[in-house]
């Protein structure tokens, strides 16, 4: 393994070991406080704190899920084929359970490319759901510009946007905007989407936008007829 691969490999552990640590601190003081509650008959108290547990249990097993799908994901798994771009946004519009209108450019309905079709819906799954998760949008909508070998896609909504200076370490791991306790979410899935689309050879970027919102733009491989 070269010395960049084994870098990034003890990067990537170090922030495993510090993210994982904060939840189960978190477990661990609640867990104690529930005890001393039920000694004393603080039932209130009890109850608080064992939904606090429960809580901070399913962040963490969605951090571990999250993880495991990250390090685990296989350039070489790949199994290219044929894919409509536009019925891929479709069936991801459906599945991410986004309750906003969703307009879908009609120059994407003729875009096909040669790609892993699992991949490419992965990415729309999670743009689509941090749009629902985030945005407080009531619109979203795709766009699509096709050049030579590659189509540009960019999802935007008119939500409230983020701040300008987070527009790059948002493709970090465990970068979370918000406080988990207000917003329980991992922040690794924009980085497995950035590592999704770098492996096919392009590019992703946070649009700089004159208005409310948020935009994100990325090519991808664009099958010419």
Excluded at 41 to 59: A, C, R, T, V
Excluded at 65 to 88: G, H, I, M, Q, W
Excluded at 124 to 142: C, G, M, P, R, Y
Aim: proline share 3%.
């Amino acid at each position: 393994m070269n010395t960049i691969s084994e870098k990034s490999k003890h990067e990537f552990i170090h922030f495993v070991s510090h993210e994982f640590k904060a939840p189960v601190r978190a477990i661990d003081n609640l867990s104690s406080w529930s005890i001393e509650s039920l000694d004393n008959q603080e039932l209130d108290e009890l109850h608080k704190y064992l939904e606090l547990i429960q809580g901070k249990s399913k962040l963490l097993n969605r951090m571990l899920d999250d993880t495991c799908r990250y390090a685990l994901f296989d350039p070489a798994e790949s199994n290219p084929e044929k894919v409509s771009v536009y019925e891929v946004i479709c069936k991801s519009v459906k599945q991410s359970n986004i309750t906003i209108p969703v307009e879908i450019d009609e120059i994407l309905e003729k875009v096909t490319s040669l790609c892993d079709k699992s991949q490419l819906s992965l990415v729309f799954d999670e743009l689509f759901s941090n749009i629902q998760k985030h945005s407080n949008a009531t619109n979203a909508v795709v766009e699509g510009e096709v050049r030579q070998e590659a189509v540009t896609l960019t999802v935007c909504d008119n939500g409230v946007g983020i701040d300008k200076k987070f527009n790059q370490s948002i493709f970090e791991e465990y970068v979370v905007l918000q406080p988990r306790d207000r917003m329980p979410t991992t922040g690794l899935g924009l980085s497995l989407v950035k590592k999704i689309i770098l492996n096919e050879g392009q590019s992703i970027w946070v649009d700089d936008l004159n208005s409310d919102g948020f935009s994100v733009s990325f090519t991808w491989p664009y099958l010419q007829a």
